[in-house]
């Protein structure tokens, strides 16, 4: 019974490759969040969704395209992988977009790592 | 946004309080301090938030100074499974309504037996 889960835990892959990352959470929420963690460890968002629509897009090259099937579940799809791209990247969800003092839930993480 | 500023690293012993400060001198009136924590390999997880008053719940409690410009976490009974990065994050507002969280580097607590 998983609030945040992803799939899959870890991810090896070549240079050049496309890939996905699923992320589903039960616990009822709005809003989902892609985070993404790089080597130094500094924690960015990605990206967020609300009810299936794109509300937060910081500056990811566009190979990274998130994709909201429904509310419960966020994938993020990677094309034309490169070795920058290895990090680990988090799933979050919210209750809701608009409250200030609203809680993230974050999933285990995803490790990808590109060769 | 007001950013927060934070101790590198901590050490604790087992058993004792763990006192970790932050300081967000730029803070603006309707903006709540978070703390989260992330353990070794998982997920960041939610410790708890205030806007002026302090606050307890079962993890923690926040004290946050009356001027708002700094607060500390306090882990009144520190265990070995509290050693994280500790988070201090001032909510950030974008610009079409959304909030995301704006991770800093975060101080790394070590409790030692």
């Known amino acids: 019974d998983t609030a945040v889960s992803q799939t899959p835990k870890y991810l090896v892959t070549q240079m050049g490759n496309d890939k996905s990352i699923k992320c589903e959470q039960n616990?009822?929420?709005?809003?989902m969040y892609w985070y993404k963690q790089d080597s130094k460890k500094f924690l960015k968002i990605m990206f967020s969704y609300n009810n299936k629509e794109l509300i937060i897009n910081e500056t990811v090259p566009n190979r990274f395209s998130p994709k909201s099937p429904d509310k419960a579940h966020l994938n993020l799809h990677i094309n034309s992988l490169e070795l920058g791209d290895s990090a680990v990247y988090f799933c979050?969800?919210?209750?809701?977009?608009?409250?200030?003092?609203?809680?993230?839930?974050f999933g285990p993480g995803t490790r990808l790592t590109v060769l | 946004d007001a950013k927060t500023t934070q101790p590198t690293s901590m050490d604790c012993a087992e058993g004792r309080a763990a006192n970790l400060p932050c300081n967000h001198s730029t803070i603006s009136g309707n903006e709540y301090v978070y703390w989260y924590r992330q353990i070794h390999s998982q997920g960041p997880q939610y410790i708890i938030h205030?806007?002026?008053n302090n606050e307890t719940n079962e993890m923690a409690s926040l004290i946050i100074t009356e001027d708002r410009k700094s607060s500390t976490l306090i882990l009144p009974h520190a265990t070995l499974r509290d050693t994280a990065v500790y988070y201090c994050i001032v909510r950030v507002a974008h610009s079409n309504s959304g909030y995301a969280l704006n991770f800093g580097k975060g101080t790394s607590l070590l409790v030692t037996p």
């Open positions: 979050a969800s919210s209750l809701r977009r608009d409250l200030s003092t609203d809680t993230q839930y």
């Open positions: 616990l009822g929420h709005d809003t």
């Open positions: 205030g806007l002026k």
